[in-house]
């Protein structure tokens, strides 16, 4: 139940920030990053970005999205 609650929270708080932007870009899981870090622990932080990188690859995995924007977020070139 806890583990339930969990990936509730982590998804419904990146929707809350996703739906104050026009598109998804990597512009979203910054700003919700940075809102997750006033009230979190970095490991908690981490687990949570876990959660909704997952989330947005299943998302993109089932062609809802085009690109998931955590993904650039990690590409070293950027």
Same mark, same amino acid.
């Given at each position: 139940?806890?583990?339930?609650?969990?990936?509730?929270?982590?998804?419904?708080?990146?929707?809350?920030?996703?739906?104050?932007?026009?598109? !998804?870009?990597? %512009? @979203?899981?910054?700003?919700? !990053? !940075? @809102?997750?870090?006033?009230? &979190?622990?970095? =490991?908690?932080?981490?687990? &949570?970005?876990?959660? @909704? %990188?997952?989330?947005?690859?299943?998302? !993109?995995?089932?062609?809802?999205? %085009?690109?998931?924007?955590? =993904?650039?977020?990690?590409?070293?070139?950027?």
């Amino acid at each position: 139940m806890k583990s339930r609650a969990c990936y509730r929270q982590s998804l419904h708080g990146f929707q809350d920030v996703a739906e104050h932007h026009c598109e !998804l870009g990597q %512009d @979203v899981p910054v700003a919700w !990053l !940075l @809102v997750s870090a006033e009230c &979190r622990a970095a =490991t908690t932080l981490l687990h &949570r970005a876990r959660i @909704v %990188d997952r989330f947005l690859n299943h998302l !993109l995995k089932t062609e809802v999205i %085009d690109r998931n924007p955590v =993904t650039t977020l990690r590409d070293p070139r950027r």
